[in-house]
C-alpha cells in the first residue's frame, strides 16, 4: 500500500535487505522535500532498529518478514516497524553510560540509544503478531529540503 503521503515496504529479515531499505527512506524523504541531515538519521536509526531485528530478533533460521511503514504529514514523519520476532522492548533497555571508559561499558545498548538520540519519540508494542516499534521525527522548518 503505497500513497503520496503513506509507504509500506516489505523486508526478508536478511542483512542484503538493508539495501532495499535505505532506497525507500531515500526515495520517501526526497519525495517529500525533508532535508538531508534529517533524511541521515531517519536512515541511521532505521538501519540499526533493522540490523538488530535480523541478528537478535528470532530463535530459528526461517525466513521472516519485516514491515516498515511510513506516515508523513507537515510537521513529522512516524515510522511503524513490525516483526514476529521473540518479544523485546529495547525501551526497557539499561541505559548506556556514555561517559564511562571503554572498559568499564557493559556490551550492548548503544543502537537504542543513538535511536533515541536521532529521533524524537521512540515506542514499543506487543501486539499478538509480534513487535512493532514506533519512531517519530519531528520536522522543524529549516529542515526541510531547500
Known amino acids: 500500500m503505497n500513497t503520496d503521503k503513506n509507504v509500506e515496504v516489505k523486508l526478508p529479515n536478511s542483512l542484503a535487505a538493508l ?3 535505505h532506497d525507500v527512506v531515500q526515495q520517501f524523504c526526497r519525495r517529500r522535500s525533508i532535508h538531508p541531515d534529517t533524511e541521515f538519521k531517519i536512515d541511521l536509526a532505521l538501519d540499526e532498529v533493522f540490523t538488530n531485528i535480523v541478528r537478535y530478533g528470532y530463535d ?6 519485516i514491515v516498515v511503514r511510513f506516515k508523513g504529514n507537515r510537521d513529522s514523519v512516524r ?9 523485546f522492548n529495547p525501551l526497557l533497555a539499561p541505559a548506556v553510560d556514555i561517559t564511562a571508559a571503554l572498559s568499564e561499558r557493559r556490551v550492548g545498548g548503544l543502537g537504542i540509544h543513538l535511536v533515541r538520540r536521532l529521533l524524537d519519540q521512540v515506542r ?8 512493532r516499534l514506533i519512531l517519530i521525527k519531528r520536522l522543524e522548518k529549516e529542515e526541510k529540503r531547500t
Not at 124 to 131: E, I
Open 19 to 21: 539495501a532495499r531499505l
Open 60 to 65: 530459528d533460521t526461517h525466513p521472516h518478514e
Open 124 to 131: 514499543y508494542q506487543r501486539r499478538p503478531a509480534g513487535n
Open 79 to 87: 515510522i511503524s516497524i513490525d516483526d514476529d520476532g521473540r518479544p
